[in-house]
């Protein structure tokens, strides 16, 4: 596991290493840098399993600005952070940081933070892989690449977000008249969503599961994924669909 500690100040990156150290033990295959400021963080071109930033280093806010630019950069770094300045959850809200670490707290409350931090590092690096094909190529496909999967004939189709559909097709060649991109599974859709319940999807109708991280609004019997794609909610799906999204939008 690969792991940052960004903070302009020596003495609390080394107390943040000795604590990470003691909750993760000894024989843990974990490599740990540190870094003075987010520009020297940024400048590595490095990619981590978990950053812990402090806010306020040598700017105001430096590390919510680190933080926005490593989610548009490094999707799956997990981000913390670790400051002694209590900010209004306003000044957080577009990051959605995993924890919010306070320096001035006792050394168990610290560590408890940082175990639940690790837990989901060690939860996100087993986040399964999905084969899916097209009449040319087989492609391994993240969750993140995908809006939601749907049952055809004896498989499924999966629908793609359109960065990956540009990914694949490249820019100019990925399809523009329509809003989605599909490629096969052999699996069924049962088999997904066993593979993917604990990681975001979840049944729209008995005929498919949806990736509720890309969902951008819910009315009576819809929803709509963030390209635009409007998707029915069965009404016996209805309130177990409800209630999935309340806790992922609550965090």
């Known amino acids: 596991m690969k792991i940052a500690i960004c903070d302009d100040c020596a003495s609390d990156r080394k107390k943040l290493a000795d ?28 990619e981590y399993d978990v950053v812990f930033l402090d806010i306020r280093m040598d700017k105001e806010q430096e590390g919510i600005d680190t933080a926005v630019y490593l989610q548009q ?4 770094a997990l981000l913390v952070f670790y400051t002694a300045y209590d900010y209004p959850a306003s000044c957080i809200a577009n990051v959605r940081p995993c924890q919010y670490l306070m320096k001035d707290r006792g050394t168990e409350d610290l560590k408890a933070g940082i175990q639940k931090v690790m837990k989901e590092a060690k939860r996100r690096k087993r986040i399964p892989h999905i084969l899916a094909f097209d009449k040319e190529k087989q492609y391994v496909l993240k969750t993140e690449d995908i809006l939601y999967i749907a049952i ?26 329509r809003k989605e991109f599909t490629l096969r599974s052999t699996m069924k859709l049962n088999e997904h969503y066993a593979k993917l319940e604990e990681y975001g999807f979840a049944y729209g109708k008995k005929s498919y599961i949806i990736n509720i991280h890309y969902v951008a609004s819910i009315t009576k019997d819809t929803v709509r994924l963030e390209d635009g794609t409007i998707l029915n909610i069965a009404r ?16």
């Open 152 to 177: 055809r004939d004896k498989g499924t189709d999966i629908y793609l977000t359109k960065e990956k559909a540009s990914e694949i097709c490249g820019p100019e060649q990925a399809p523009k008249e």
């Open 19 to 46: 604590l990470i150290r003691e909750c993760i033990g000894p024989s843990a295959d974990v490599c740990m840098d540190e870094f003075p400021n987010g520009q020297a963080l940024l400048e590595q071109r490095r």
């Open 73 to 76: 950069n490094d999707e799956n």
């Open 236 to 251: 016996s799906r209805k309130k177990e669909f409800d209630s999935r999204c309340g806790r992922y939008w609550r965090g």
